[in-house]
């Protein structure tokens, strides 16, 4: 049953997600504009550009690179499609994770030096956010007595009330698995802070398409999460995710216009430092309550 | 018309540019005039970018680099000559080291003249350069159906 609904899950978030996200990234693009006082693009720029990139000539240094970007696209459908059926939050945070593995095996497959630089760079953004993801589970379970995201339906409050802490700290990180500025070293996508390109630097045509389709589905993905905080009792609660997960997304973009990017030591560092003390304090909190 | 034209991110190179050129490309991206309106974007990689905006005439050191960056590109890509130096050598067409404009190392498909060429300038001739794109990425559409 359980295995069936996943399934079920992972279809409707692979045809799903590439929507929700592409509308996101286009809102993104032109929020951005409006900050810098500029119109920005039309709001289905995003999907003019991955239809551009896949109509280009097929070149690729390794071969493989296409290949290990299919991967992360399915593991990415995978992990939506657990969390988005009602399955483990905690199995959604690891598929996820895989995804992001085979992103950086595509990156140091070319073996160019710009994009090994930037896959270490993304290495070392999966070691800064992923003791978060991990405490914001733990702290999850401890609110809501499961791993399940179904059973929030049944709570009678959502879990927010009690892991206020942990919340922050994932709003923290939120920042590094969305790739925004000031943690986007190891692709960004604003040029002029770039050396080349970081992790897509040998990447062209459908493979870099596939990027920027997997970096659709991961914001849905991702904001879902954020909502899953405010949902309890019924599905009517899920207006309220909505609104919370819009909030999230547009503050991000206020933090991505507003700060240059940091140095990797500074992100490893806070990262660790945020997860030790919201995420730490939360668990010793929900312990002794 | 085709997704090719409605995405056209560009590359910009330095070849020996006086910077007046250069200052005017970046002006093109500025609120005043915006180009991310049609979807432009400055990519600082060659295998993202769908037009070449080279400015300054080619010389005996960066002709290398003109040609590496031009064939780093994927198919369908054009390049746009921008300012008179990049047109034909302009004022430094003499110069002991220029050997010309751009056209001497790659295939140049529009001219932009000007010095410093304008902001309407190269607006008008990557808005010429897609069309040319578009007809490009017909061909390899074609090319890629016959295969
Ligand atoms: S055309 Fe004029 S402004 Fe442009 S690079 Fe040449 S000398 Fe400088």
Redesign the interface.
């Known amino acids: 049953m359980s295995f069936i609904t996943t399934l079920i899950g992972t279809v409707a978030f692979a045809v799903l997600a590439p929507i929700v996200g592409c509308l996101l990234a286009g809102l993104d693009r032109i929020i951005s504009a409006r900050m810098q006082g500029r119109v920005g693009p039309p709001l289905l720029q995003p999907y003019y550009d991955v239809r551009k990139l896949i109509a280009k000539d097929d070149v690729t240094v390794s071969g493989v690179d296409g290949v290990y970007m299919t991967a992360a696209l399915v593991f990415t459908a995978f992990a939506g499609g657990i969390f988005f059926s009602g399955g483990n939050l905690l199995m959604s945070a690891f598929v996820i994770t895989m995804a992001a593995l085979f992103f950086i095996m595509a990156a140091y497959s070319s073996r160019s030096p710009y994009s090994e630089l930037g896959a270490g760079r993304e290495t070392l953004q999966v070691m800064s956010y992923e003791p978060m993801v991990l405490l914001m589970a733990v702290c999850f379970y401890m609110a809501a007595g499961s791993f399940n995201v179904r059973d929030v339906f049944g709570l009678p409050a959502p879990v927010i009330f009690a892991t206020l802490p942990a919340f922050i700290g994932f709003l923290f990180i939120l920042t590094i698995k969305l790739r925004k500025s000031p943690f986007d070293l190891s692709t960004s996508h604003h040029a002029h802070q770039e050396l080349v390109r970081g992790t897509t630097t040998e990447m062209s045509g459908k493979t870099l398409a596939k990027v920027e389709v997997m970096h659709w589905c991961e914001n849905v993905l991702f904001l879902g999460w954020t909502a899953l905080f405010f949902l309890w009792g019924g599905p009517a609660s899920l207006v309220l995710g909505v609104v919370v997960a819009l909030a999230a997304w547009f503050f991000e973009i206020l933090i991505d216009n507003n700060f240059a990017r940091v140095k990797w030591q500074f992100m490893l560092r806070s990262a660790w430092v945020m997860a030790l003390v919201c995420g730490g304090i939360n668990i010793v909190v929900l312990m002794v309550a | 018309m085709?997704?090719?034209s409605?995405?056209p991110?560009v590359i910009h190179y330095d070849a020996s540019s006086c910077n007046g050129c250069d200052i005017e490309v970046l002006a093109a991206l500025c609120?005043g005039y915006?180009v991310?309106?049609?979807?432009i974007?400055?990519?600082?990689?060659p295998?993202?970018a769908?037009i070449f905006l080279v400015t300054g005439s080619v010389n005996e050191r960066n002709i290398s680099v003109v040609k590496q960056i031009y064939d780093q590109m994927?198919?369908?890509k054009v390049v746009v000559a921008c300012g008179i130096c990049a047109c034909t050598g302009g004022i430094f067409h003499d110069c002991y080291n220029v050997i010309g404009g751009v056209d001497k190392a790659i295939p140049v498909d529009v001219y932009a003249p000007g010095c410093a060429v304008r902001p309407e300038a190269i607006i008008d001739a990557v808005v010429q350069a897609l069309g040319i794109l578009e007809e490009k990425?017909k061909a390899?559409?074609e090319k890629k159906k016959g295969a």
Request: proline share 8%; glycine share 12%.
């Open positions: 085709g997704y090719a409605k995405s991110w609120p915006d991310e309106r049609f979807g974007i400055n990519t600082g990689n295998k993202h769908d994927v198919e369908p990425s390899l559409a």
